[in-house]
Protein backbone atom coordinates (compact mmCIF):
# COMPACT_ATOMS: atom_id res chain seq x y z
CA UNK A 1 0.00 0.00 0.00
CA UNK A 2 2.99 2.25 0.90
CA UNK A 3 4.48 1.68 -2.61
CA UNK A 4 1.43 2.74 -4.11
CA UNK A 5 1.14 5.96 -2.58
CA UNK A 6 4.34 6.94 -3.15
CA UNK A 7 4.15 6.00 -6.74
CA UNK A 8 0.74 7.97 -7.09
CA UNK A 9 2.22 10.63 -5.50
CA UNK A 10 5.79 10.79 -7.30
CA UNK A 11 3.10 9.94 -10.88
CA UNK A 12 1.29 13.53 -9.79
CA UNK A 13 4.29 15.55 -9.21
CA UNK A 14 5.60 14.77 -12.66
CA UNK A 15 2.35 15.61 -14.22
CA UNK A 16 1.90 19.23 -12.69
CA UNK A 17 5.88 20.06 -13.47
CA UNK A 18 5.02 19.08 -17.58
CA UNK A 19 1.83 21.05 -17.22
CA UNK A 20 3.78 23.85 -16.19
CA UNK A 21 6.76 23.88 -18.51
CA UNK A 22 3.91 23.52 -21.26
CA UNK A 23 1.98 26.56 -19.73
CA UNK A 24 2.50 29.65 -22.30
CA UNK A 25 4.72 32.65 -20.76
CA UNK A 26 2.79 35.27 -19.95
CA UNK A 27 2.84 38.25 -22.38
CA UNK A 28 5.46 41.31 -21.91
CA UNK A 29 3.68 44.35 -20.42
CA UNK A 30 3.66 47.30 -23.05
CA UNK A 31 6.22 49.40 -22.68
CA UNK A 32 5.42 53.08 -21.01
CA UNK A 33 4.97 55.43 -23.62
CA UNK A 34 7.40 58.03 -23.91
CA UNK A 35 7.63 60.69 -21.86
CA UNK A 36 7.23 64.09 -23.76
CA UNK A 37 9.48 66.56 -22.96
CA UNK A 38 9.37 69.19 -20.87
CA UNK A 39 8.65 72.24 -21.80
CA UNK A 40 11.37 75.09 -22.00
CA UNK A 41 11.41 77.40 -19.07
CA UNK A 42 10.54 80.71 -20.04
CA UNK A 43 13.45 83.27 -20.60
CA UNK A 44 13.98 86.14 -17.73
CA UNK A 45 12.38 88.80 -18.01
CA UNK A 46 14.55 91.69 -17.06
CA UNK A 47 13.68 94.62 -14.43
CA UNK A 48 12.99 97.47 -16.00
CA UNK A 49 12.92 101.34 -14.51
CA UNK A 50 9.22 101.22 -16.07
CA UNK A 51 8.83 97.82 -13.75
CA UNK A 52 10.44 99.83 -10.83
CA UNK A 53 8.43 103.08 -11.25
CA UNK A 54 5.35 100.60 -10.87
CA UNK A 55 5.61 100.07 -7.05
CA UNK A 56 3.81 102.21 -4.88
CA UNK A 57 4.87 102.63 -1.35
CA UNK A 58 2.24 103.73 1.83
CA UNK A 59 0.69 106.99 1.99
CA UNK A 60 1.04 109.43 4.39
CA UNK A 61 -2.77 108.75 5.40
CA UNK A 62 -0.99 105.29 5.99
CA UNK A 63 1.57 106.03 8.29
CA UNK A 64 -0.33 108.48 10.35
CA UNK A 65 -2.37 105.88 11.42
CA UNK A 66 1.04 103.54 13.06
CA UNK A 67 3.19 100.65 11.94
CA UNK A 68 2.77 98.19 14.57
CA UNK A 69 3.21 95.01 12.57
CA UNK A 70 6.43 96.26 10.96
CA UNK A 71 4.70 96.00 7.48
CA UNK A 72 5.02 99.86 5.30
CA UNK A 73 8.36 100.54 7.48
CA UNK A 74 10.86 100.13 4.92
CA UNK A 75 9.44 100.08 1.71
CA UNK A 76 9.74 101.85 -2.05
CA UNK A 77 9.75 105.42 -0.49
CA UNK A 78 12.82 105.17 1.84
CA UNK A 79 14.98 104.37 -1.33
CA UNK A 80 16.96 107.47 -1.92
CA UNK A 81 16.74 108.96 -5.65
CA UNK A 82 19.47 109.80 -7.60
CA UNK A 83 18.28 111.67 -10.17
CA UNK A 84 15.04 113.98 -9.55
CA UNK A 85 14.34 114.39 -13.22
CA UNK A 86 14.42 110.31 -14.11
CA UNK A 87 12.86 109.06 -10.74
CA UNK A 88 13.82 106.05 -8.96
CA UNK A 89 15.58 103.75 -11.09
CA UNK A 90 16.86 99.96 -11.17
CA UNK A 91 20.09 101.52 -10.36
CA UNK A 92 18.93 103.46 -7.47
CA UNK A 93 17.48 99.96 -5.92
CA UNK A 94 20.92 97.73 -6.56
CA UNK A 95 23.11 100.51 -5.26
CA UNK A 96 21.08 100.81 -2.12
CA UNK A 97 21.47 97.45 -1.57
CA UNK A 98 24.93 97.10 -2.04
CA UNK A 99 25.00 100.48 0.71
CA UNK A 100 23.07 98.72 3.13
CA UNK A 101 24.95 95.32 2.98
CA UNK A 102 28.52 97.45 3.39
CA UNK A 103 26.84 99.74 6.11
CA UNK A 104 25.68 96.77 7.93
CA UNK A 105 29.14 95.15 8.06
CA UNK A 106 30.21 98.69 9.77
CA UNK A 107 27.66 98.81 12.11
CA UNK A 108 28.79 95.56 13.09
CA UNK A 109 32.55 95.94 13.22
CA UNK A 110 31.96 99.69 14.95
CA UNK A 111 29.67 97.74 17.61
CA UNK A 112 32.39 94.92 18.68
CA UNK A 113 35.11 97.71 18.50
CA UNK A 114 33.31 99.63 20.97
CA UNK A 115 32.59 97.19 22.95
CA UNK A 116 36.24 95.92 22.87
CA UNK A 117 37.18 99.74 24.36
CA UNK A 118 34.16 99.95 26.52
CA UNK A 119 36.27 96.27 27.98
CA UNK A 120 39.25 99.11 28.77
CA UNK A 121 36.67 100.91 30.95
CA UNK A 122 49.76 106.13 15.78
CA UNK A 123 48.90 103.11 13.97
CA UNK A 124 50.38 101.75 10.86
CA UNK A 125 49.30 99.67 7.92
CA UNK A 126 47.34 96.02 9.08
CA UNK A 127 46.23 95.29 5.10
CA UNK A 128 43.29 93.50 4.35
CA UNK A 129 41.47 96.68 2.98
CA UNK A 130 42.22 98.39 -1.24
CA UNK A 131 43.98 101.48 0.01
CA UNK A 132 45.93 99.26 2.10
CA UNK A 133 47.43 96.24 0.06
CA UNK A 134 50.69 97.55 -0.67
CA UNK A 135 52.96 94.86 0.31
CA UNK A 136 56.86 95.12 1.04
CA UNK A 137 57.57 91.16 0.69
CA UNK A 138 60.70 88.94 -0.17
CA UNK A 139 60.98 86.14 -2.05
CA UNK A 140 61.62 82.99 -0.32
CA UNK A 141 61.56 79.08 -2.07
CA UNK A 142 59.64 80.96 -5.00
CA UNK A 143 57.09 82.32 -2.64
CA UNK A 144 56.69 85.89 -1.68
CA UNK A 145 56.43 86.59 2.13
CA UNK A 146 54.89 89.92 2.92
CA UNK A 147 56.34 91.62 5.87
CA UNK A 148 55.01 94.94 6.12
CA UNK A 149 52.47 97.36 4.77
CA UNK A 150 53.88 100.77 2.66
CA UNK A 151 50.62 102.46 2.82
CA UNK A 152 48.41 103.74 5.52
CA UNK A 153 51.08 105.50 7.67
CA UNK A 154 49.19 108.18 9.92
CA UNK A 155 46.45 107.43 7.50
CA UNK A 156 47.72 109.59 5.00
CA UNK A 157 46.89 109.29 1.12
CA UNK A 158 44.30 106.77 -0.74
CA UNK A 159 43.85 105.61 3.02
CA UNK A 160 41.52 108.32 3.86
CA UNK A 161 39.02 105.92 3.60
CA UNK A 162 35.83 105.47 5.14
CA UNK A 163 36.62 101.12 4.98
CA UNK A 164 39.65 102.11 6.80
CA UNK A 165 38.08 104.48 9.14
CA UNK A 166 36.33 101.83 10.54
CA UNK A 167 39.70 98.48 10.37
CA UNK A 168 41.34 101.71 11.89
CA UNK A 169 38.97 102.01 15.03
CA UNK A 170 38.95 97.93 15.43
CA UNK A 171 42.36 97.72 15.40
CA UNK A 172 42.98 100.58 17.35
CA UNK A 173 40.68 99.27 20.17
CA UNK A 174 42.68 95.21 20.37
CA UNK A 175 45.65 97.20 20.13
CA UNK A 176 44.58 98.48 23.27
CA UNK A 177 44.05 95.30 24.70
CA UNK A 178 47.59 93.71 23.90
CA UNK A 179 48.78 97.50 25.17
CA UNK A 180 46.91 97.16 28.24
CA UNK A 181 48.66 93.54 29.51
CA UNK A 182 51.85 95.17 29.81
CA UNK A 183 50.53 98.30 31.41
CA UNK A 184 49.17 95.58 33.78
CA UNK A 185 52.15 94.22 34.20
CA UNK A 186 54.30 97.36 35.24
CA UNK A 187 51.55 99.26 37.13
CA UNK A 188 53.28 101.56 39.72
CA UNK A 189 56.44 100.35 39.19
CA UNK A 190 57.21 102.74 35.88
CA UNK A 191 57.44 106.15 35.09
CA UNK A 192 54.94 108.03 32.54
CA UNK A 193 56.92 108.59 30.24
CA UNK A 194 58.34 105.15 29.70
CA UNK A 195 54.71 103.91 29.42
CA UNK A 196 54.60 106.46 26.59
CA UNK A 197 57.26 105.34 24.99
CA UNK A 198 56.48 101.60 24.90
CA UNK A 199 52.83 102.13 24.24
CA UNK A 200 54.10 104.31 20.82
CA UNK A 201 56.74 101.72 20.17
CA UNK A 202 54.26 98.23 20.46
CA UNK A 203 51.12 100.70 18.88
CA UNK A 204 53.30 101.89 16.05
CA UNK A 205 55.42 98.56 15.25
CA UNK A 206 55.07 95.44 17.06
CA UNK A 207 51.07 95.02 16.92
CA UNK A 208 50.87 96.09 13.65
CA UNK A 209 53.42 94.51 11.70
CA UNK A 210 52.71 90.97 13.48
CA UNK A 211 48.91 92.10 12.99
CA UNK A 212 49.82 92.31 8.95
CA UNK A 213 51.72 88.85 9.20
CA UNK A 214 48.20 87.25 10.21
CA UNK A 215 45.17 89.21 9.19
CA UNK A 216 46.50 91.04 6.36
CA UNK A 217 48.26 88.86 4.43
CA UNK A 218 51.46 88.78 5.24
CA UNK A 219 53.87 85.64 5.21
CA UNK A 220 51.46 83.83 8.17
CA UNK A 221 48.20 84.28 6.45
CA UNK A 222 49.33 82.92 3.07
CA UNK A 223 51.38 79.77 4.23
CA UNK A 224 47.62 78.05 2.93
CA UNK A 225 48.26 79.10 -0.36
CA UNK A 226 51.72 78.98 -0.66
CA UNK A 227 52.19 75.89 0.59
CA UNK A 228 49.46 74.17 0.63
CA UNK A 229 49.46 74.31 4.36
CA UNK A 230 45.22 74.12 5.47
CA UNK A 231 44.26 77.52 5.78
CA UNK A 232 47.44 79.27 7.15
CA UNK A 233 47.65 80.97 10.27
CA UNK A 234 44.34 81.23 11.51
CA UNK A 235 43.75 84.01 14.16
CA UNK A 236 40.04 84.21 14.73
CA UNK A 237 39.87 86.21 18.20
CA UNK A 238 43.27 87.37 18.69
CA UNK A 239 44.55 84.87 20.93
CA UNK A 240 48.34 85.64 18.89
CA UNK A 241 47.83 88.77 17.72
CA UNK A 242 46.51 90.50 20.58
CA UNK A 243 46.86 88.19 23.47
CA UNK A 244 50.27 85.96 23.00
CA UNK A 245 52.02 89.86 21.38
CA UNK A 246 50.78 91.90 24.24
CA UNK A 247 52.04 88.44 26.81
CA UNK A 248 55.61 87.92 25.56
CA UNK A 249 56.27 91.94 25.79
CA UNK A 250 54.48 91.99 28.92
CA UNK A 251 56.51 88.80 30.12
CA UNK A 252 59.82 90.51 28.74
CA UNK A 253 58.54 94.30 30.62
CA UNK A 254 58.78 92.07 33.63
CA UNK A 255 62.12 90.30 33.56
CA UNK A 256 63.76 94.18 33.43
CA UNK A 257 61.40 95.66 35.78
CA UNK A 258 61.72 92.33 38.48
CA UNK A 259 58.94 91.70 41.18
CA UNK A 260 57.28 94.18 42.77
CA UNK A 261 58.55 95.49 45.91
CA UNK A 262 57.26 93.46 48.99
CA UNK A 263 56.54 90.65 46.79
CA UNK A 264 59.10 88.15 48.17
CA UNK A 265 60.52 88.02 51.72
CA UNK A 266 64.41 88.33 52.37
CA UNK A 267 64.25 84.16 52.27
CA UNK A 268 62.47 84.04 48.93
CA UNK A 269 59.15 83.29 50.26
CA UNK A 270 56.12 85.06 47.80
CA UNK A 271 53.82 87.39 50.14
CA UNK A 272 49.99 87.31 49.34
CA UNK A 273 49.18 90.85 47.97
CA UNK A 274 45.17 91.54 47.82
CA UNK A 275 43.51 93.27 45.56
CA UNK A 276 43.24 96.95 45.55
CA UNK A 277 39.54 97.41 44.91
CA UNK A 278 37.34 94.29 45.21
CA UNK A 279 34.58 96.72 43.14
CA UNK A 280 36.37 97.10 40.67
CA UNK A 281 37.96 93.61 40.45
CA UNK A 282 34.17 92.32 39.79
CA UNK A 283 32.98 95.13 37.83
CA UNK A 284 35.92 94.33 34.98
CA UNK A 285 35.04 90.66 35.71
CA UNK A 286 31.19 91.15 34.91
CA UNK A 287 31.87 93.13 32.12
CA UNK A 288 34.64 90.64 30.62
CA UNK A 289 32.26 87.59 30.99
Known amino acids: MRRILIAFAATWLLAAGLARAQAPAPAPEPAAPPAAPA ?3 PAPV ?46 DV ?70 VMVMFLFQMVFMDTALTIVTGTAAERWRYSAFIISSFFMGAFTYPIYGNWAWGGGWLATLGASYGLGHGYCDFAGSGVVHAVGGVTALAMAILIGPRIGKYTREGKPNAIPGHDIVLVLLGCFILA
Do not use: C, R
Not at 53 to 72: C, L
Open 39 to 41: AAA
Open 46 to 91: PITDADIKSVSGPSADDKVKGDPAGTITGTVNDIPVGDAKKGLTVA
Open 94 to 163: VNTVGQNVIASNFIWTLVTGFLVMFMQAPNTNLGGLAPLNHEVAISLFGKNWGLFGTQGMMLAGATYDVG
